[in-house]
């Protein structure tokens, strides 16, 4: 019987297979079967620092380019039960980041870190509208029912991630700052309110200008058109953000705002 992986390429190699990368310069994805799992090493010979790979991987964290040497090995149990690790109802919160929103909570296999709703612990799942992630919850809750490959495994931040990312990326760092915020009351959902505009339905900070953005790249004008109040309600009720760092950044805009207001008029008077 043979196994399957997919490095580039697609190849073929018995159970307990082995190979060097040699010529392969950069190694987007891995794919896996549910009874194998993948050993890396940035040595040939399989030596050097290495990492598991427990599942199929939609992009390899940082051994994109260091792969050299690689084992493919009976299935390896995860270090944390991911039954167990779905049983803990803990809520997920969405987050936005550069690359979109996430859902986001503390680890409790991990206290004190963050961690992603993932189904392989390693890739975050990503969608490009806040609205976007209740499918992703839904998909969560029915993960139970799934086969053992499309459970949850959860991505955390910490040292259980640098295995395979080396670091802590920023997501980390927002997220652990916002849940700590979470904790102490720092997240009044009054602060937002549902509005509709001329282009449809926004959640809107105070009675300002500014709203919920697209992604946090995006400027605080360049709001989330919501398909519905409803679904803009709810999306709000699972908005992470922090009270006292909005005012923060309403305050700068604003400033920023006057400061232009203020150039343009003395451009304005010398001409």
């Not at 392989?120 to 053992?148: H, P, Q, W």
């Not at 919920?212 to 699972?238: G, H, Q």
Request: hydrophobic share 40%; net charge neutral; glycine share 6%.
């Amino acid at each position: 019987m043979h196994n399957r992986y997919e490095l580039f390429a697609e190849f073929q190699f018995t159970e307990g297979a082995n190979e060097e990368t040699r010529g392969l310069s950069s190694i987007q994805s891995i794919e896996i079967s549910a009874n194998e799992s993948l050993i890396t090493h940035d040595q040939d010979n399989f030596r050097g620092n290495n990492a598991t790979w427990y599942r199929s991987v939609v992009y390899p964290g940082n051994w994109k380019d260091r792969i050299r040497s690689f084992q493919i090995v009976p299935a390896i149990l995860p270090p944390i039960d991911t039954k167990q690790q779905n049983s803990i109802k803990v809520p997920w919160y969405f987050m936005g980041t550069s690359e979109g929103f996430m859902l986001v909570r503390m680890s409790t296999q991990w206290p004190g870190y963050p961690e992603c709703y993932s189904i392989n612990g390693v890739n975050c799942i990503f969608r490009e509208n806040i609205y976007d992630m209740f499918d992703v919850v839904e998909a969560y809750k029915n993960n139970a029912t799934l086969n053992s490959s499309s459970i949850a495994f959860n991505a955390p931040c910490g040292p259980a991630r640098y295995e395979h990312w080396g670091d802590d990326p920023q997501w980390c760092s927002l997220a652990s700052t916002l849940l700590k915020a979470l904790m102490i009351g720092d997240r009044n959902l009054k602060d937002l309110q549902c509005v509709k505009n001329k282009n449809g339905v926004i959640a809107r900070f105070y009675s300002s200008n500014f709203c919920l953005p697209r992604t946090n790249t995006t400027y605080w004008n360049a709001c989330t058109i919501f398909p519905s109040a409803d679904i803009c309600e709810s999306s709000v009720k699972s908005y992470l953000f922090s009270s006292q760092n909005i005012v923060g950044i309403l305050r700068l805009c604003a400033a920023m705002m006057i400061a232009w207001a203020i150039a343009r008029m003395a451009l304005n008077s010398g001409s």
